[in-house]
């Protein structure tokens, strides 16, 4: 008996004392993603990229906002939208303590305001998106002409944009052929 005990002292603690003490997790361990909302660009790239459709992106247009929020009761922790965010605003964190009492504990949500059209006034697009957009094509050597026309066109909604690129009546000529080969 004597021997079993001086055994078991010299062997030491087998088990960790884990919610006393912390738990130690690896480098490389998935856990709660976290958003850092001043890097984030709202281009919902991390919501296409969720195989679980834990990320939603909602557009509120009456408000002008666009809402990001994350449901950690459908999130898979595989990191995908680690990996596709261009500007690495959402990280996957060590922390795995996510029992709640409340349902709603269970959902994050960023919000970031949306850019006017510069034609018919209506938010089409996230503010930090379209300046994330401009300043990359500013610093690829553009010249001012040429930045200043891509500014226009960027700050135009796709329906003001294509509404300005069809041709009107007097320029569309559906006879003109059939004339000529008579």
């Known amino acids: ?5 001086k055994t078991v002292l010299k062997t030491g603690e087998v ?17 709660k993603p976290e958003l850092d909302a001043d890097q984030c660009l709202s281009c919902a790239a991390c ?3 969720c195989p679980a459709n834990a990320l939603i992106m909602e557009t509120d247009v009456k408000a002008g906002t666009r809402r990001w929020e994350l449901s950690l009761a459908r999130c898979i922790y595989c990191g995908r939208c680690e990996e596709v965010c261009p500007t690495h605003a959402i990280k996957l964190s060590q922390n795995f303590e996510l029992a709640v009492t409340n349902k709603a504990d269970l959902y994050e949500s960023a919000t970031f305001q949306l850019e006017n059209c510069c034609e018919c006034e209506r938010p089409f697009v996230a503010r930090k998106l379209l300046e994330y957009v401009l300043d990359t094509m500013e610093q690829s050597g ?9 500014r226009q066109q960027l700050e135009t909604c796709p329906e003001c944009r294509r509404r300005n690129n ?3 009546s007097e320029n569309v000529s559906h006879l003109r052929f059939l004339e000529e080969s008579k």
Not at 142 to 150: G, I, P, T
């Open 1 to 5: 008996m004597f021997k079993l005990l």
């Open 15 to 31: 088990t960790t004392k884990y919610p006393f003490s912390p738990l130690e997790v690896n480098e490389d361990f998935r856990g």
């Open 47 to 49: 919501m296409r990229a």
């Open 142 to 150: 553009l010249s001012r002409d040429q930045l200043d026309l891509r």
């Open 166 to 168: 069809m041709l009107d």
